[in-house]
């Protein structure tokens, strides 16, 4: 019996560092408002119950029971360690990932955390902006939450104060992702590809592929943001 434990606890131990490296290499984007050591408690510990609660008196109901009280020592003692030791909360914690900086998207750090274009702009459009071209910088924290900071002349608060009128945000459309022209909003705004092309050159590029992404708006007014190589 004593032996039974010991395994149980074991092998809770293994599946509980495995949990975290896994869910680590998954990226900030899976988490929402909680903790790397709350979500996999959650989803263990939510499996686990399920376990003790649909099957009799047995092996599997009490490995269930080991199993749960072994994996809440752990939150615990993790707890513990997440708070007395630095250096093991900065390896095992996701870290802010600054996403926009300057108005420009860093392509690659959105590469490393795989969070998609879309993804940024629905995190985006969830902090009420719209437009891309009014963000100086927007970071995704460990937790999964996007803070956004934004351009100085578009901060009402600021210009109100001062008795400026604010130009009217407007929705930024997809017009370029990673590359690719989306020639539906082209279409939409009844633009082309030579229309394009010469904004490109404008901004000194001559080749579609050099764009990571590019919006318009309303006012026909392209946002870009170049691919990072290195």
């Known amino acids: ?95 802010p990932v600054t996403l926009i900086e300057n108005g420009e998207i860093l392509n690659l750090n959105m590469k490393k955390i795989k969070l998609t274009l879309n993804e940024l702009m629905m995190k985006l459009r969830e902090k009420t902006v719209f437009n891309i071209n009014d963000v100086q910088m927007a970071i995704l924290e460990s937790d999964g939450t996007l803070s956004v900071l934004l351009k100085s002349e578009k901060q009402s608060i600021t210009r109100e104060d001062l008795n400026i009128e604010s130009s009217k945000s407007t929705l930024t459309k997809d017009l370029i992702i990673d590359g690719t022209i989306i020639y539906e909003t082209l279409k939409n705004a009844d633009l082309n590809e030579n229309w394009l092309s010469t904004e490109l050159q404008n901004y000194g590029i001559n080749n579609i592929n050099e764009v990571f992404y590019a919006g318009l708006d309303s006012s026909k007014k392209l946002y870009i943001s170049k691919k990072k190589r290195f």
């Open 1 to 95: 019996m004593n032996n039974f434990i010991i395994i149980t606890i074991i092998k809770c131990i293994i599946i509980y560092i495995l949990a975290l490296f896994v869910s680590k290499l998954m990226g900030s984007k899976i988490l929402s408002q909680t903790t790397l050591f709350d979500f996999i408690i959650a989803i263990s510990m939510g499996s686990l119950i399920g376990v003790a609660v649909s099957t009799s008196c047995g092996d599997k109901f009490i490995t269930a029971i080991i199993a749960l009280f072994t994996f809440t020592f752990l939150e615990i003692l993790t707890g513990y360690i997440h708070i007395k030791h630095f250096k093991l909360r900065k390896f095992l914690n996701a870290q």
